[in-house]
């Protein structure tokens, strides 16, 4: 596969470069799971001290393995480059320090001479913590209050936006409950996680997420939501804090 060849051709000039201490990968590629539409988000773990020249190189690294088509410098989780290569390669280079290291999801190491990543391997997780299963739990409300309002004046490409973030923040709740191991990846997960009657009444949800339907996706919503009630409201940390907007938009 091209991912392949690009993380070979990267992975010799990096290991080239004094300043990295280690590289790895995550993402499809990290957990075994890639295929020929995966990208390659590739990751460079440097010291403090050699964050800022290293970020200047990193555009020429990227080039060693073909002409780029598109590249932004931008910064998410760490400083991060995503280019697009020529032949339609998409690479995600990440550098990281020990303090920025994200402990979420998987990795596999490519290049550690010095074993920089074995205190890392333990927190290796895609489950959802308890804040950030609350927080799934409370924008799944706070979206759905915030679309009833936008419905109620009649604007419908607003609301299908606003219908999507309960989309995004339901699948992890879902995924929480069915298949905690995958619950960070949330939408892209759910097909291959979730039992196939859930996934069949998600789907239709999505179906109807249009300016013409939404006012159907929000019922079928409505009922999913009160057939899994009881257990978000007894799984979430704090339920005082968000059970009386949740039955609220269960009755809107």
Known sequence: MKIDEALSVLTNTLVKDKRVQAIFVKGSLGRGEQDEHSDLDLYCLVDDVDLSPFLQTRVSQLETYGKLLFYDDIYIVAPQIIAVYENMVHVDLFTVT???????DFFQVIHDPQNRLKKFEASQTLQLSAVEFQDAVDDVAWFLFQYQKSAARGNDLWSVNMLNHVMTNLSRVLLHRYKPDRAQLGVKALKASLPSG????????QE?????KHSTAVVLMQKLLEQESNWVISEVAIPDKISPLWHKMLQY
Request: proline share 5%; no cysteine.
């Open 98 to 104: 020990d303090e920025t290291f994200v402990e979420k």
């Open 198 to 205: 859930m996934m069949i009444k998600m789907e239709e949800i």
């Open 208 to 212: 109807h997420i249009t300016p013409n």
